[in-house]
């Protein structure tokens, strides 16, 4: 079975960090990434997020958001835990960044 809870890292260098589920399956958590389109200084940033059917699936589906605490943007992110013949478990996500821009006119470009 796969345990969200813990620290994840990730092959770019970013780190997580995810509470245990509560009994509805939603969990919290910190994440610091070792990539941003920014000058500013990179913080931890808080991430809320659920797993789908808690304690019935061996490799469960996942979402949470991201609210960076150095951008004005914020990060979705969904995944699935795979765990191997050997056991380790592998979080394979996938992502969505969106940044404020000035006006819907520049609202094109504010997704990655």
């Given amino acids: 079975q796969c345990d969200l809870q813990g620290l994840w890292r990730n092959e770019l260098g970013s780190n997580m960090t995810l509470s245990a589920l509560d009994a509805a399956g939603t969990f ?3 994440y610091h990434t070792a990539v941003a389109a920014t000058n500013k200084k990179i913080l931890v940033s808080p991430l809320q997020g659920t797993q789908q059917h808690p304690g019935t699936k061996r490799q ?3 979402g949470f958001t ?4 150095f951008s004005d943007s914020a990060t979705a ?3 699935q835990c795979f765990v191997d013949h050997r056991g380790k478990e592998t979080l394979e996500t996938t992502w969505l960044l969106r940044e404020e821009v000035p006006s819907r006119r520049d609202a094109w470009k504010a997704t990655r």
């Fill in 60 to 62: 469960p589906t996942f």
């Fill in 77 to 79: 992110f969904v995944g």
């Fill in 28 to 30: 919290s958590g910190s």
């Fill in 66 to 69: 991201v609210q960076w605490q």
